[in-house]
């Protein structure tokens, strides 16, 4: 069973940057496309950025387009989530997660603060 473990948030100032890591376990990690959902304080889960299985092709919620960037590295079981130009509305705990309508096990999250 693959495990998930996000890591890199924090609390940042609006206009802040935040890099997230996401590890997976397991070998099965290169074979999927990736994504980072976010779920705020009394909202649904959502979807924020993808990435096919050879990191060729992204793609985002219009939300975060033009701010954020999705990356990976099969050889270490890694994505990433460079955010930039943060808002107050991003606060929300990051989570990734494959593409696939079948999830992994979600991880703990990782908790992003923006706030002045």
């Known amino acids: 069973q693959v495990q998930l473990v996000e890591s890199g948030g924090g609390l940042v100032q609006p206009g802040g940057s935040l890099r997230l890591s996401c590890t997976a376990s397991g070998r099965a990690f290169s074979d999927y496309a990736m994504g980072w959902y976010r779920q705020a304080p009394g909202k649904e889960r959502e979807f924020v950025a993808g990435?096919?299985?050879?990191?060729?092709?992204?793609y985002y919620a219009d939300s975060v387009k033009g701010r954020f960037t999705i990356s990976r590295v099969n050889a270490k079981n890694t994505v990433y989530l460079q955010m930039n130009s943060l808002k107050p509305e991003d606060t929300a705990v990051y989570y990734c997660?494959?593409?696939?309508?079948?999830?992994?096990?979600w991880g703990q999250g990782t908790q992003v603060t923006v706030s002045s």
């Open positions: 990435i096919t299985w050879s990191g060729d092709s992204t």
């Open positions: 997660n494959k593409r696939d309508y079948a999830k992994w096990p």
